[in-house]
């Protein structure tokens, strides 16, 4: 498996290996012990938890003839600054991640606000 760090420091690939196997799955994100996996195609990106600030749900939607598309991205804001975006198949698998997000991990703030609201 090819692992491809998103922001921060870098771990040794063979404890992420063991650690992407053994952490549960919601979709294309696995939740391992210190860091979250996206998997997309055959390249598997990660961040510790630690680099994460701010994780939510963005929507977007649009048109196709008569049909109407949705898709669904995991948005994580980093310390540096930086802002992922992360492809969802289905939004239940994103409210999940969150969720769990929320519950393990109280250091990284659920939910989008805009610059006016307060934090």
């Known amino acids: 498996m090819r692992f491809a760090c998103v922001c921060g420091k870098e771990h040794d690939n063979v404890n992420l290996q063991k650690e992407y196997k053994a ?10 012990a210190s860091c979250l996996f996206y998997r997309y195609f055959i390249k598997i990106r990660y961040v510790d938890y630690g680099e994460i600030v701010r994780a939510y749900l963005r929507e977007e939607s649009g ?15 980093m310390k540096d600054g930086g ?9 239940a698998n994103a409210k999940s991640v969150l969720a ?13 606000y805009r610059p ?3 934090v």
């Open 83 to 91: 802002l992922h975006k992360l492809r969802m198949e289905r939004d």
């Open 23 to 32: 952490a549960p799955a919601y979709g294309e994100v696995r939740l391992g």
């Open 100 to 112: 769990c997000l929320e519950k393990e991990h109280e250091e990284i703030s659920i939910g989008f």
């Open 116 to 118: 006016s609201q307060s």
């Open 63 to 77: 048109e196709s003839g008569e049909f109407l598309l949705k898709e669904y991205y995991l948005m994580l804001e």
